[in-house]
T-cell receptor, first 113, second 114 residues
Framework: DADVTQTPRNRITKTGKRIMLECSQT?????MYWYRQDPGLGLRLIYY???????NKGEISDGYSVSRQAQAKFSLSLESAIPNQTALYFC????????????FGNGTRLTVT | AQSVAQPEDQVNVAEGNPLTVKCTYS??????LFWYVQYPNRGLQFLLK??????LVKGSYGFEAEFNKSQTSFHLKKPSALVSDSALYFC????????????FGTGTLLAVQP
């Protein structure tokens, strides 16, 4: 979905390094999310934000932090990367209703060696 | 607790045959149910959703899903499969009465053989 852009698409980093994944959207949505995808585990929610001043932890927030710089931008940071954070990371947005579908970016494949 | 299960890791079907991808859920309130599809190297794409009303929901690419409250199921169906339907399919549920969190199933890989 070109309306949600994630950078970089691929990243290889070493254990202990700080890394930031960026997400920007042109859909005008207030709600933004970061998910992690692992084979056999589906998608798990890391953090979500319902507006610029609102940040909430998801089910697996340990080891991650986020920043909502503007309505359109939501970045995810790994302060000190570890190998079990190797995964596919997705940013998503949605409308304000709880029944609004999510719109996903194309993902960032992160490898921590 | 809110949960969603996709009991099949993979579904194999011949092109032209009907397909079903299964999903069951557990919520405390009324469910909002979703199906998404993921093609290789892409993010998830929304297919369809059930909020309330008619139990048969129609979505993108000829897919439909049937909500069954008594069986707590929301199976994805298509009358005639295409090779291009081969992808990873995710069911998701949100408890409409309580939490704002959307819970995803583990995904089902659909393989359509020519």
């Amino acid at each position: 979905d070109a309306d949600v852009t994630q950078t970089p698409r691929n990243r290889i980093t070493k254990t202990g390094k700080r890394i930031m994944l960026e997400c920007s959207q042109t859909k005008g949505h207030d709600r933004m999310y970061w998910y992690r995808q692992d084979p056999g585990l589906g998608l798990r929610l890391i953090y979500y934000s319902f507006d610029v001043k609102d940040i909430n932890k998801g089910e697996i927030s340990d080891g991650y932090s986020v920043s909502r710089q503007a309505q359109a931008k939501f970045s995810l940071s790994l302060e000190s990367a570890i190998p079990n954070q190797t995964a596919l990371y997705f940013c998503a947005t949605s409308g304000d209703r709880d029944n609004s579908p999510l719109h996903f970016g194309n993902g960032t494949r992160l490898t921590v060696t | 607790a809110q949960s969603v299960a996709q009991p099949e890791d993979q579904v194999n079907v011949a092109e032209g045959n009907p397909l079903t991808v299964k999903c069951t859920y557990s919520v405390s309130g009324n469910p909002y149910l979703f199906w998404y599809v993921q093609y290789p190297n892409r993010g998830l794409q929304f297919l369809l959703k059930y909020i309330t009303g008619d139990n048969l929901v129609k979505g993108s690419y000829g897919f439909e899903a049937e909500f069954n409250k008594s069986q707590t199921s929301f199976h994805l169906k298509k009358p005639s499969a295409l090779v291009s339907d081969s992808a990873l399919y995710f069911c998701a549920v949100r408890d409409g009465g309580a939490t704002n969190k959307l819970i995803f199933g583990t995904g089902t890989l659909l393989a359509v053989q020519p």
